[in-house]
């Protein structure tokens, strides 16, 4: 599981290829939907800890999970490749900035 905080300051959840928005938060747990939910007619859900440190229950989706999908998020949500932002990011500039971001952890 793995949180993601936006450009726009919200928050996203990454899990298991899939990416959830947040819905609703209780005193204890958080409701996280999936962010195909209108896409691919997804009940998709998660619902974490107040904290976001496990996963109490999950909903299955009506689609694979993509691990593409993820890393394309990440990377358009990535403060440091500012020129992406707000921007439709083609897969050929995600695998270059992928590859940076390799090369930079070296
Ligand atoms: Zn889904």
Not at 42 to 71: L, P, Q, R, W, Y
Not at 74 to 80: I, S
Request: some cysteine.
């Amino acid at each position: 599981m793995e949180i993601i905080t936006t450009s726009a300051g919200k928050k996203r959840l990454a899990h298991n290829g899939f990416v959830y928005t947040k819905k609703k938060t209780s005193k204890s747990t958080k409701r996280w939907e999936c962010s195909q939910r209108v896409a691919k007619s997804c009940k998709g859900a998660v619902v974490t800890n107040i904290n976001m440190t496990t996963i109490n229950s999950t909903t299955s989706h009506s689609h694979e999970g993509d691990k593409f999908h993820v890393e394309a998020m990440e990377l358009r949500e990535d403060k440091r490749n500012k020129e992406c932002i707000g921007k439709p990011v083609s897969a050929s500039v995600i695998f270059a900035m992928m590859n940076k971001k390799k090369e930079t952890r070296l």
